[in-house]
């Protein structure tokens, strides 16, 4: 399979407890976004990088929350002393580049329950 | 008030029914506008994009784009119990992050 993957595909956690996230991105795909979707809403954007570099953040990543890509490869989230209100799900998604448009491709997203 | 707005729905129609989707916007600055399909539990997957105004068919599948009222729609025609599912709409001004409406949940019966 050469999607998008994401790992954990579930984590429950307790309140105040550290997590993290990882994305494989499509390979060749320079460009990486992180969003979180709670139920009911669509996708909201949290963080993007293009190669290593972290370009742009959202007001709604706090700094509980930190995202690397090292070596422009495959990206982290976690997220430090989790609250109630982190529950949600954590989608990945990589563009190629030269595509103005940005056709995001999905992976299937880690659901978090912060208990 | 949101950048996106989209009836969460859910719409319900019988098989082979014609079903529009709708999305409006308020960011003048959108130029691309797509349209994802979420089933439970999974990520998104694009079915089309449109660039600026006007329409794009692709098999059943008709998007349409209205830049001066700042509205765009989804057409799925001889809809199929396959299609229920959850549909995105999604815009930006390129290379950048994706703005989402809600989603709308669409339900067809056989």
């Known amino acids: 399979d050469t999607g998008v993957s994401q790992d954990p595909r579930h984590k429950i956690t307790k309140r105040g407890q550290n997590v993290t996230f990882r994305c494989d991105p499509i390979s060749e795909h320079n460009r990486l976004y992180w969003y979180r979707q709670t139920l009911g809403q669509g996708p909201e954007f949290l963080t993007y990088f293009q190669n290593e570099a972290q370009l742009e953040k959202s007001r709604l990543l706090s700094d509980r929350f930190s995202a690397e890509r090292p070596k422009g490869s495959f990206s982290t989230l976690e997220i430090q002393r989790t609250e109630q209100g982190d529950s949600a799900m954590y989608l990945c998604?990589?563009?190629?580049?030269?595509?103005?448009?940005?056709?995001?491709?999905f992976g299937p997203g880690t659901r978090l329950t912060v208990l | 008030q949101k950048e996106v707005e989209q009836d969460p729905g859910p719409l319900s129609v019988p098989e082979g029914a014609i079903v529009s989707l709708n999305c409006t916007y308020s960011?003048?600055?959108?130029?691309?506008f797509m349209w994802y399909r979420q089933y439970s539990r999974k990520g998104p997957e694009l079915l089309m994009y449109t660039y600026s105004s006007g329409n794009k068919e692709d098999g059943r599948f008709t998007a349409q784009v209205d830049k001066s009222s700042k509205y765009i729609s989804l057409f799925i025609r001889d809809s199929q119990p396959s299609d229920s599912a959850t549909y995105l709409c999604?815009?930006?001004?390129?290379?950048?992050?994706?703005?989402f409406g809600t989603g709308t949940r669409l339900l067809v019966s056989p």
């Open positions: 960011n003048s600055a959108f130029q691309y």
């Open positions: 998604a990589s563009s190629p580049p030269g595509q103005i448009y940005n056709e995001q491709f």
């Open positions: 999604a815009m930006n001004t390129g290379f950048q992050k994706l703005v």
